[in-house]
């Protein structure tokens, strides 16, 4: 298992999309150079602590505005479904690696990319904060109870959303993923825009309103935990049962 890991990170290594990703996860720093500028196209509204403007911009930019999910729908399909497609992937079932292990470090190599990118991200978001935003008059201690929930949330859908993808990816979808992922958060956000089906949708803490978490944040959180882990674990069965036993 370890060496097929080692296999699949150098291979992402040398995969250029990895590149692009590091200036994705630079973004957040690029936002807060605008936000400092107060340039009328780019104004930061209220005020802000660390914790409230990291989980503003994470939630905002790495969930909300969907870039992030099609760059590792192309990610993850550059890792797997082209190596299926191609038939690539008859090479290491081949070599006598089980499907399993194949299967399953396939999937802790977008998790560690994950993990790398986050860590990227957030050091962007922090340094933007501390070096560009904390000398502006948006610094105050503003965050609601809710705050620190939320962004918990937020990261575990992250991965969430990474091991989704990865599941479904083991069934050749190629570019199919990419506009699936599209489709997919475009009426994520849609939907849990409205206070009605905020508490159902995945992924609605990016983007619901204040009154769900004030009204029903309980009842918001446990449904999402419920939802994401049950959609987790049918995706990595789902994944695991095609791969096993498809053909190559």
């Not at 409230?52 to 797997?80: E, K, P």
């Not at 690539?88 to 079932?93: K, L, M, N, V």
């Not at 949708?201 to 959180?221: C, D, K, T």
Request: glycine share 8%; with cysteine; hydrophobic share 50%.
């Amino acid at each position: 298992m370890n060496l097929l890991i080692r296999a699949e990170l150098l291979k992402l290594k040398k995969n250029k999309l990895v590149y692009f990703g590091i200036i994705l996860a630079l973004l957040p720093l690029g936002l807060s150079a605008l936000f400092m500028t107060g340039s009328d196209s780019f104004l930061l509204y209220g005020k802000y602590d660390l914790l409230g403007y990291t989980n503003g911009l994470f939630s905002t930019v790495i969930l909300g505005l969907g870039i992030y999910a099609i760059y590792f729908a192309f990610i993850v399909n550059s890792i797997i479904s082209a190596e299926i497609n191609a038939d690539i992937i008859t090479y290491e079932i081949i070599g006598r690696n089980k499907r399993k292990n194949i299967y399953f470090a396939k999937m802790l190599t977008v998790v560690i990319f994950s993990i790398g990118f986050l860590v990227l991200a957030l050091l962007a978001t922090v340094v933007g904060f501390e070096f560009l935003i904390k000398h502006t008059e948006h610094v105050g201690i503003t965050h609601s109870q809710y705050e620190l929930g939320n962004f918990i949330y937020a990261i575990i859908y992250y991965f969430g959303m990474m091991i989704i993808l990865s599941s479904l990816s083991f069934f050749g979808f190629g570019n199919g993923l990419v506009i699936g992922a599209f489709a997919v958060n475009l009426i994520t956000m849609r939907l849990a825009a409205m206070d009605d089906f905020a508490p159902y949708i995945i992924g609605s803490p990016a983007y619901a309103g204040y009154s769900v978490y004030q009204n029903r944040h309980l009842e918001f959180l446990a449904t999402h935990y419920i939802l994401l882990i049950t959609l987790v674990g049918i995706c990595i069965y789902v994944g695991y049962y095609y791969f096993k036993r498809r053909d190559f």
